[in-house]
Nanobody, 125 residues
């Protein structure tokens, strides 16, 4: 049973990346999935969340609205974080996580209890 974030890399300012959160051994479809990031020397911060497919409501932190969007593909058991107009300050390790509660809507940050390995995003010219 594993959760994995992938799709990171090096991108120039203004570029785009799409991160994927995939699971092995269980379905993401009925779980809320959150995206978080942690930059060097900084605390981890919430980025976005999508509720379970029962609801599918989405949330993006205010400072990232208009640039980041979250979505899911149930057939592929994958949740995506689309990041556009990337800035150097978006450089961080990005993680996906869940509270493992069936049918959950986006929970408070402290309720996430199952984390995937992160993926590094570096925005630099």
């Amino acid at each position: 049973v594993q959760l994995q974030a992938s799709g990171g890399g090096l991108v120039q300012p203004g570029g785009s990346l799409r991160l994927s959160c995939t699971a092995s051994g269980f379905s993401l479809n009925h779980l809320a999935i959150g995206w978080f990031r942690q930059a060097p020397g900084k605390e981890r911060e919430g980025v976005s969340c999508i509720s379970s497919m029962n609801d599918d409501s989405t949330y993006v932190v205010e400072s990232l609205k208009g640039r980041f969007t979250v979505s899911r593909d149930n057939a592929k058991n994958t949740v995506y974080l689309q990041m556009n107009s990337l800035k150097p300050e978006d450089t961080a390790v990005y993680y996906c996580a869940t509270d493992r509660i069936y049918g959950s809507t986006c929970p408070p940050a402290g309720r996430y209890n199952f984390w995937g390995q992160g993926t590094q995003v570096t925005v630099s010219s």
